[in-house]
């Protein structure tokens, strides 16, 4: 019954590679993000799909491209990886109209390394 | 835009000591304040939240007061026990003007609990 689910969890690969994480959430929510986490632990949102439509895209290098097949599902493709592309990828997900404040529910995280 | 401080950390300390981690932000109009917690290995876990001011947020013995003349949201515990010891975030809940809501976090404050 997991809530947010991300695969791979670990992910090793060569520089100039492409290379693919999965998102899937099973909650109901209208709304998936992206962020990357840095070696020093700091969250930054890269981007945001409400009902399949892009609506935050932050700074980030078009070598990024996310692809929201469904509502329940935000995929994010890498690529020619670069060693600063090593992180670790969070997925999250949140019901806009809910009333929450905007609160949202993160996956496990996959720890990307760029050799 | 906004922002969110946190206290740099790592902090240590023994078992059941009393624990402070503030945390103050900027924003504009009316933010949710949301505490994260990140155990090692695993993704963010929500500990706690309030969305309007004076609200006070509690949950495993951690609580958090929205105090909007300060703009603070300080996380504090009683008694800390070993499993408490994890990373800690402090983050802001606004409008992203795109449809969604976005998530602003802290740096993160690393907590240790020595037995």
């Known amino acids: 019954d997991t809530a947010v689910s991300q695969t791979p969890k670990y992910l090793v690969t060569q520089m100039g590679n492409d290379k693919s994480i999965k998102c899937e959430q099973n909650?109901?929510?209208?709304?998936m993000y992206w962020y990357k986490q840095d070696s020093k632990k700091f969250l930054k949102i890269m981007f945001s799909y409400n009902n399949k439509e892009l609506i935050i895209n932050e700074t980030v290098p078009n070598r990024f491209s996310p692809k929201s097949p469904d509502k329940a599902h935000l995929n994010l493709h890498i690529n020619s990886l670069e060693l600063g592309d090593s992180a670790v990828y969070f997925c999250?997900?949140?019901?806009?109209?809910?009333?929450?404040?905007?609160?949202?529910?993160f996956g496990p995280g996959t720890r990307l390394t760029v050799l | 835009g906004n922002s969110v401080t946190q206290m740099e950390g790592p902090v240590t300390l023994s078992e059941e000591a009393f624990l402070t981690i503030n945390c103050t932000y900027t924003a504009t109009g009316y933010p949710s304040l949301f505490w994260y917690v990140q155990y090692p290995g695993e993704g963010l876990q929500l500990l706690l939240k309030?969305?309007?001011?004076?609200d006070k947020g509690s949950n495993k013995g951690f609580e958090a007061t929205y105090r909007k003349e300060t703009t603070s949201f300080h996380l504090e515990k009683g008694s800390v026990q070993v499993s408490d010891s994890a990373v800690y975030f402090c983050a802001l809940s606004a409008p992203s003007g795109a449809g969604s809501y976005q998530l602003t976090f802290g740096k993160g404050t690393k907590l240790s609990v020595i037995p």
């Open positions: 909650l109901g929510h209208d709304t």
């Open positions: 309030a969305t309007k001011a004076d």
């Open positions: 999250a997900s949140s019901l806009m109209t809910s009333g929450s404040g905007g609160e949202q529910f």
